[in-house]
């Protein structure tokens, strides 16, 4: 083993990738748990895909964690045309299903490209920020380029009428306006240009049934039976589970089937109800730790694109989860977006891994310059 392997060796997040790992494992048998009732097995085909996306996934970490973070930094122009090429292509080879014209379909493989094009958003940002640091820009007018790098991703998707990943992309790339020293009163602007932007959209971007979904936020009690059924199914499951859940296998809600897409969008409904709010908080706490640890890796690494792209990777983790959790709990209305390491989708869960190696990356070289 040579030196610098060895010290690779040495200074490598092990704990952190056991945490990941801890997180997957209690996500697989929640997935186990959700999709069992109605199948003949323990494994049922959803868990199996699963399964095939973890080993998928993890050849991404491998990847993105072997490939010196720092070329990301040239090539991040490629990244990015590639990623406007992928999401393009949905709108020409995509089908429709659902109103949505988001996955690719090579027969038995499906491909969401919205997941992965978060990824190239981050290296891009984290790019041109790099070469214009955020510290300076100090006028609302600086942030038009970054805005258009924003806007690219975030308007295909929403071409793709895949609206909760559209918002979720914009969050993770709004994330960066943390670090720019922008006047308070420049973001009175933004503010109303975010406003007028939301107007737009519910006026002309949304459909009947996700209006109704936004609306059942501020009245939980308008549509039980239809656009708020889900919602409200999940606040069942979460409230009957109590301090202890009633035990893996045994939540009523879950094995009856009562809430429709409990192993997408509402597994955390599952972990709540099974494990009741002592096993919901230690799975938050593990989500805690791990973001908190990206944080970390992001103030210590040793260049600024290092840094921001950390940073971008933690928001790729952190607004998926928030926003998982209040549509879940109904603070927040029902947009399709799943919960990292948890939710059945193989690219949800190949993207996230992928997003861990850059992160495991970034840490391993702060200690190779």
């Known amino acids: 083993m040579t030196r610098i392997e060895r010290r690779m060796a040495q200074h490598y997040e092990w704990w952190l ?8 494992g209690l996500g697989l048998a929640n997935l186990i748990s ?3 009732a109605g199948s003949e097995g323990l494994l049922s085909p959803n868990v199996i895909r699963q399964l095939v996306a973890l080993g998928l996934g993890a050849a991404l970490l491998v990847a993105t964690l072997l490939v010196d973070y720092r070329h990301l930094e040239r090539w991040g122009w490629f990244v ?23 996955w690719l379909v090579f027969g038995p493989l499906r491909l969401q490209p919205s997941e992965f094009a978060k990824l190239g958003l981050v290296v891009a940002l984290a790019r041109f920020f790099h070469r214009n640091p955020p510290a300076e ?11 258009l790098i924003l806007a690219g991703p975030v308007g295909l998707i929403v071409l793709q009428r895949d609206m909760g990943v559209a ?15 922008i006047p308070a009163r420049a973001w009175l602007a933004v503010a109303g240009t975010g406003l007028a932007v939301l107007a737009a959209i519910w006026m002309f971007g949304l459909e009947p049934y996700q209006k109704s ?19 409200n199914q999940s606040r069942i499951a979460i409230g009957s589970g109590g301090l202890a859940g009633k035990g893996w296998l045994h939540g009523s809600q879950t094995q009856l089937r009562f809430l429709p897409t409990q192993h997408t969008d509402f597994i955390f409904s599952v972990l709540a109800e099974e494990w009741g709010l002592l096993g919901a908080a230690v799975v938050l706490v593990l989500y805690f730790v791990v973001l908190i640890w990206g944080l970390f890796i992001a103030r210590g690494s040793k260049d600024r694109f290092g840094a921001l792209l950390a940073v971008g990777i933690v928001a790729i983790l952190f607004w998926p989860a928030v926003v998982n959790l209040a549509m879940v709990v109904g603070l927040g209305p029902v947009i399709g977006v799943p919960l990292p390491f948890f939710s059945y989708g193989g690219s949800a869960m ?3 891994l992928a997003a ?6 970034v840490s391993l070289r702060r200690y190779m310059f």
């Open 17 to 24: 990738l056991g945490l990941v790992c801890l997180l997957l």
């Open 34 to 36: 959700a999709t069992h």
């Open 80 to 102: 990015y045309a590639g990623t406007l090429l992928l999401l393009a292509s949905t709108l020409v080879l995509a089908p429709v299903t659902r109103g949505n014209q988001s």
């Open 137 to 147: 820009i100090r006028r609302l007018r600086d942030l038009w380029r970054p805005g």
């Open 167 to 181: 918002v979720l992309t914009l969050l993770i790339g709004a994330t960066y306006l943390l670090f720019v020293r």
């Open 213 to 231: 979904r936004i609306l059942d936020v501020l009245d939980p009690a308008r549509d039980p039976l239809a656009s708020g059924y889900q919602a």
């Open 350 to 352: 190949m993207a996230a």
């Open 356 to 361: 861990v190696g850059l992160l495991l990356n």
